[in-house]
């Protein structure tokens, strides 16, 4: 096993107001994405109607989905208890998370945090608003899909993988 020398400690974390603003950009850039999708802007026009397509790449689509649960669609079914469990749950997970961000141990763990924070927080602005959140960012290939999403998701898929990175590291 490699010991780590003085010059590979692992940067301070980042300042909760550094933290903050990250997470504050990353809801606002998923916000405005939904925005462009919803309400149209640009060469979106007058926006999409639900589960309208529109191909962007070869393996890229964009479509509008109302996602009322979680994941997936998971829990889906609960109604309006179901909704404001959601918006209860995310309030917390916001909070324990901007509170794991102040007391971080190194910058990774304090981005990873910061993108989890946006990410709930970009799909909780959704459930506010809309009753839903807003999915449409399609991905394919070969005939096979894979579920519809938007950039909360990616936010919170990459502080996922840096948390396990950092977990793996310091083993």
Same mark, same amino acid.
């Given at each position: 096993?490699?010991?780590?020398?003085?010059?590979?400690?692992?940067?301070?974390?980042?300042?909760?107001?550094?933290?903050?603003?990250?997470?504050?950009?990353?809801?606002?850039?998923?916000?405005?994405?939904?925005?462009?999708? +919803?309400?149209?802007?640009? =060469?979106?026009?007058?926006?999409?109607?639900?589960?309208?397509?529109?191909?962007?790449?070869?393996?890229?689509?964009?479509?509008?989905?109302?996602?009322?649960?979680?994941?997936?669609?998971?829990?889906?079914?609960?109604?309006?208890?179901?909704?404001?469990?959601?918006?209860?749950?995310?309030?917390?997970?916001?909070?324990?998370?901007?509170?794991?961000?102040? +007391?971080?141990?190194?910058?990774?763990?304090?981005?990873?945090?910061?993108?989890?924070?946006?990410?709930?927080?970009?799909?909780?602005?959704?459930?506010?608003?809309?009753?839903?959140? +807003?999915?449409?960012?399609?991905?394919?290939?070969?005939?096979?899909?894979?579920?519809?999403?938007?950039?909360? =998701?990616?936010?919170?898929?990459?502080?996922?993988?840096?948390?396990?990175? =950092?977990?793996?590291?310091?083993?």
């Amino acid at each position: 096993m490699r010991r780590r020398s003085q010059n590979m400690m692992p940067a301070k974390a980042l300042s909760l107001r550094t933290g903050l603003g990250l997470t504050l950009l990353l809801a606002a850039l998923d916000q405005l994405s939904k925005i462009a999708i +919803v309400y149209g802007v640009g =060469d979106f026009g007058a926006g999409f109607a639900t589960h309208e397509t529109r191909h962007i790449l070869p393996f890229l689509d964009f479509t509008l989905i109302w996602n009322y649960g979680i994941s997936y669609g998971l829990f889906a079914e609960g109604g309006d208890g179901g909704r404001y469990a959601l918006i209860i749950l995310s309030v917390v997970a916001i909070g324990v998370f901007i509170y794991l961000m102040r +007391v971080a141990e190194n910058a990774r763990l304090s981005l990873a945090y910061a993108c989890i924070a946006g990410g709930a927080l970009g799909n909780l602005i959704d459930r506010l608003w809309h009753g839903a959140v +807003v999915d449409f960012i399609s991905l394919h290939a070969a005939g096979y899909y894979w579920y519809v999403f938007n950039l909360a =998701d990616i936010w919170i898929t990459f502080a996922v993988i840096i948390l396990i990175y =950092d977990a793996l590291r310091d083993r």
